[in-house]
């Protein structure tokens, strides 16, 4: 299970509010701040995603370990 998550970086448009505030500049920056904030909620969805998956990943190797373990406590040869 792969999972890349790409972090979004924060909108250069905040900084430019410093020097232009006219009203295009707000729509503009307002419209990118909530493409960002979309972009952060998709994010942390991947890396809750990602960290169940390679949760499951570890119960799995730790249940392996386990039924291996029982198998040659019960004597067996081949495991």
């Known amino acids: 299970s792969a999972f890349y998550c790409n972090e979004p970086s924060e909108p250069s ?3 430019m509010l410093g020097i232009s ?3 295009f500049s707000f729509d503009m920056c307002k419209s990118e701040v909530e493409s960002y904030l979309s ?3 998709s994010y ?3 890396l809750i995603n990602e ?3 390679k949760m499951a990943d570890v119960s799995n190797e730790a ?3 386990i ?3 029982n198998c040659y406590a019960r ?3 081949i495991c």
Request: with cysteine.
């Open 21 to 23: 505030r006219d009203q």
């Open 63 to 65: 249940s392996s370990v």
């Open 39 to 41: 972009d952060v909620q």
């Open 75 to 77: 004597g067996s040869s």
């Open 51 to 53: 960290a169940k998956s």
């Open 13 to 15: 448009c905040i900084d």
């Open 44 to 46: 942390k969805d991947c």
């Open 67 to 69: 039924d291996k373990f």
